[in-house]
């Protein structure tokens, strides 16, 4: 059975995920590079579309600002999910 905790926890995963993959479409406008950010968590999908695609769209990260800080809280979000998939593992491998 899970607990609130780790309902909670999942949660908060699922929004950040929802914002990463917002974020990456604001910035290229493609579906489907904002699905594969949004479909791997924990940043896997964030690192496939920054090598495969936005260091194509923007040689050298000359992003406008406002771009920029929108991939500065997606990191920040991935930061949150690895923190909150510790607790959940901790919490399921620590209680017997």
């Known amino acids: 059975m899970i607990d609130i905790q780790t309902a909670f926890l999942s949660i908060i995963i699922l929004l ?3 914002y990463i993959g917002y974020t990456i479409f604001h910035i290229t406008h493609e579906k489907v590079a904002a699905l594969i950010a949004w479909a791997l968590p924990l940043g ?3 690192y496939f579309v920054q090598v ?3 260091e194509r769209i923007f040689p050298d990260w ?3 600002d406002n771009d920029r800080y ?3 809280w997606s ?3 991935v930061m949150i999910q690895y923190i909150a ?3 959940i593992y901790m919490d399921f491998f620590t209680y017997s």
């Open 70 to 72: 929108w991939l500065q």
């Open 62 to 64: 000359h992003l406008p």
């Open 44 to 46: 896997l999908g964030l």
């Open 16 to 18: 950040c995920q929802c």
């Open 75 to 77: 990191y920040a979000f």
């Open 52 to 54: 495969g695609l936005l």
């Open 85 to 87: 998939a510790a607790i």
